[in-house]
């Protein structure tokens, strides 16, 4: 899976899961830090994220805090590959 398809992934599952995004979502975007996600969101959207992809994210457990999105593409190129 290429970077760009990753993004995309990600980018999907934060659409699914915040109805009225209005932010551009790049890999320098922080979703918590700016408030795009909140505590109940994070755990929607990474369930959404996998649901996505099919397959659980080995580097993502319940104690999973960064929502960074160039951290998360990195994850779905190496756990879904």
Same mark, same amino acid.
């Given at each position: ?35 795009? %996600?909140? @505590?109940? =969101?994070?755990?929607?959207?990474? *369930? ?5 992809? +099919?397959?659980? %994210?080995? @580097?993502? =457990?319940?104690?999973?805090?960064? *929502? ?5 593409? +990195? ?7």
């Amino acid at each position: 899976m290429t970077r760009d398809e990753s993004l995309e992934h990600v980018r999907s599952a934060i659409r699914e899961t915040v109805a009225d995004l209005t932010n551009d979502i790049t890999e320098s975007t922080d979703l918590v830090a700016e408030g795009i %996600l909140d @505590s109940l =969101d994070q755990m929607n959207f990474l *369930f959404q994220l996998e649901k996505r992809l +099919d397959t659980k %994210l080995a @580097s993502i =457990d319940e104690d999973y805090q960064d *929502f960074r999105v160039s951290s998360l593409v +990195d994850i779905v190129m190496h756990d879904a590959a």
